[in-house]
């Protein structure tokens, strides 16, 4: 079983396509959450993940947009951004991200969050503390997470008994048989490693491998559609510079 594993893609339907078609052959899609916010296409988005055998979990920008969560905990562009999709979205589409679950388990070794196990909506998983707290409270191989919008991985070290940070390698399989990962396959919409290439993995099961990916997208179509829906021009500029 191939699944090909997007997180926060931000309502970037350009970023979501190209991912789609640049993939190798996928059975199914990993969506770890986000999917709406920032961006000028949420209906598009929302829809296009349902075309293919989906599993998908619920992010804090979706939380904003169905009025689950406080959007006062947000900044200024990201709330109007949000206030925008909440009118935007269909009342089916509404419903779907309303009732995404949290966190997912995608076998009894497999854990999916969009931040953490332990607060999956909201917990950031960038560095090695952070990695390691979730490896020693939680019992899994592989944990799947997205929100930081960066790609990264992180292997248990049974002997020092801490995580430690692994370099992030284009095209690369990763081996998983006989190791503890956590992988953040980087952000489809909105990059933050100061690559503005949408990022996306590719988890193989048979092969007991993930392989990160990137690919460019018309960065200024996006544009175009966010100047025209009157989204705030900081996150229009952002996606140039992957920031």
Request: glycine letters at 6%.
């Amino acid at each position: 079983m191939r699944y090909i594993v997007v997180s926060d893609i931000h309502c970037n339907a350009p970023a979501l396509e190209a991912v789609l078609r640049d993939a190798p052959h996928f059975d199914a899609v990993l969506c770890l959450g986000d999917i709406v916010g920032y961006g000028p296409d949420p209906n598009v988005c929302v829809e296009r993940v349902q075309d293919y055998q989906l599993t998908c979990l619920a992010g804090n920008h979706d939380w904003g947009a169905v009025g689950k969560a406080d959007l006062r905990v947000f900044n200024r562009d990201a709330r109007e951004a949000l206030l925008w999709t909440e009118e935007e979205l269909t009342k089916v589409n509404r419903e779907f991200l309303r009732n995404l679950p949290a966190k997912a388990s995608l076998n009894d070794r497999i854990l999916l969050a969009h931040g953490s196990p332990r607060d999956p909506v909201w917990e950031y998983l960038v560095d090695a503390t952070s990695a390691s707290q979730s490896f020693r409270n939680h019992d899994f191989d592989l944990l799947l997470v997205g929100h930081s919008h960066l790609p990264l991985t992180f292997e248990w070290s049974p002997d020092e008994q801490r995580a430690r940070p692994l370099p992030t390698k284009l095209d690369t399989p990763v081996e998983m048989e006989g190791r503890r990962l956590i992988v953040n396959p980087g952000s489809v919409g909105q990059p933050r490693d100061g690559n503005p290439k949408s990022s996306y993995g590719l988890l193989d099961l048979d092969a007991q491998t993930f392989t990160f990916h990137r690919t460019a997208y018309p960065i200024e179509i996006t544009q175009e559609r966010m100047r025209a829906k009157g989204l705030p021009p900081r996150l229009i500029d952002r996606l140039e510079v992957g920031r």
